[in-house]
């Protein structure tokens, strides 16, 4: 389960029990920080807590400041400056500062026709949707709110049809992106006042769908469902497509002559191609390449891949540059992986670097760690 599907649901369970509950959301961080904009954190009254903003030494700050956001029944917006001798996080000294917004959560919010209540829907049906706020307003019916999902309609307004028109087209770009950042943005008035609006992106977790059901599927499957991904095997295999060695996870009996008809590939669906298995590879890659999924790993070395090609080219099938940009090949990162464990775990790596714009490499010597590489270079080329 994702840290903010734990969220939604603890919102949703102490709301309707009755307790009063706070939500805490990191909004704007400058320099180093152990969390990043979009972390939140649920407390109640009775100082039950769901999430992280932080390593653990906000925390309990965070849970007697929401004591006062209860008592008063206002939002809250705090900024904590961290210098070399905080520790926080995993015992590392960063300095920098993040900003908090603490917000009380009645019922009302959570109603489906609520942004906030929208958006938690959003989280629990697994669906892409944008929660924006005003977090700078004087007066709390001030602090407009809309949700803008990636299909079906608006709920809320921030305030202003200008704020509204802005805020969706932004909204709709970062849906467009693979990995969307939440992040602070402010709108300028025509008087020249500034309004600070938190825009809180949330797309669904990674779908790995694997072709292959072999033993070395096994480890890659577990780590993708214990990282959260939806996960997938597609094999026509019952011996080995089978729940025990496959728990938890979705698995399609299928031959690669239905896959048409059985299989549906997503833009946020990453594809690694391992069934061992020359024709079905090929006749796999011939399905999965023109898909829109961003990611086709294939398991083997370069010179499979090259024999693969030039047999489907044979055919007549002559795969666009676009469809070749999306394949990984030899699949996984370069970190010397024998095992099928350490082999599934360089892949999810390369997949996480893929989706998230990074390179891959050391952090060793970087200065910023979550900035993307400007221009993000292909590993297996």
């Not at 590939?265 to 079905?280: A, K, P, Q, S, W």
Request: proline letters at 6%.
């Amino acid at each position: 389960m994702t840290e903010n599907l734990q969220v939604a649901l603890a919102i949703e369970e102490a709301v309707q029990s009755g307790r009063q509950t706070v939500l805490a959301t990191v909004v704007k961080v400058k320099g180093s920080a152990y969390r990043r904009e979009g972390a939140k954190m649920v407390i109640d009254e009775q100082g039950g807590t769901c999430g992280m903003i932080s390593g653990g030494c906000l925390e309990p700050e965070v849970v007697q400041m929401a004591e006062d956001v209860i008592a008063k029944g206002t939002a809250m917006n705090k900024q904590y400056a961290l210098d070399e001798d905080v520790v926080w996080g995993l015992g590392l000294g960063c300095p920098g500062t993040v900003d908090l917004y603490l917000e009380p959560v009645v019922l009302e919010d959570t109603k489906p026709y609520a942004p906030l209540g929208a958006w938690l829907i959003c989280m629990k049906e697994k669906k892409a949707g944008v929660l924006g706020t005003v977090l700078n307003a004087e007066m709390e019916e001030e602090r407009g709110r809309i949700f803008v999902p990636e299909e079906g309609p608006l709920a809320g307004s921030l305030g202003a049809y200008m704020f509204d028109e802005w805020f969706v087209k932004i909204a709709r770009r970062k849906l467009e992106e693979q990995a969307p950042k939440s992040e602070t943005k402010l709108f300028t008035l025509p008087d020249g006042e500034e309004v600070e609006i938190f825009i809180d992106v949330h797309v669904p977790s990674i779908e790995l769908m694997i072709f292959g059901a072999g033993h070395d599927a096994i480890p890659l499957a577990n780590i993708s469902r214990a990282l959260g991904w939806k996960t997938t095997v597609i094999d026509p295999r019952p011996a080995y497509n089978d729940e025990g060695r496959f728990p938890e996870a979705n698995r399609i009996l299928v031959h690669p002559s239905s896959f048409h008809e059985e299989v549906s590939i997503g833009r946020r669906t990453y594809v690694v191609v391992m069934n061992h298995h020359l024709e079905r590879d090929q006749e796999t890659l011939k399905f999965v390449l023109p898909s829109d999924t961003p990611y086709v790993g294939v398991l083997g070395p370069r010179s499979r891949q090259i024999r693969m090609l030039e047999a489907i080219e044979k055919e007549g099938t002559i795969f666009s540059p676009l469809c070749m940009e999306r394949m990984y090949s030899p699949v996984g990162l370069d970190i010397g992986a024998v095992s099928p464990e350490e082999i599934a775990i360089s892949i999810v790596a390369e997949i996480l670097s893929v989706r998230n714009g990074h390179n891959g490499g050391f952090l060793q010597g970087k200065e910023a760690i979550h900035q993307p590489a400007l221009h993000a270079c292909r590993m297996n080329k």
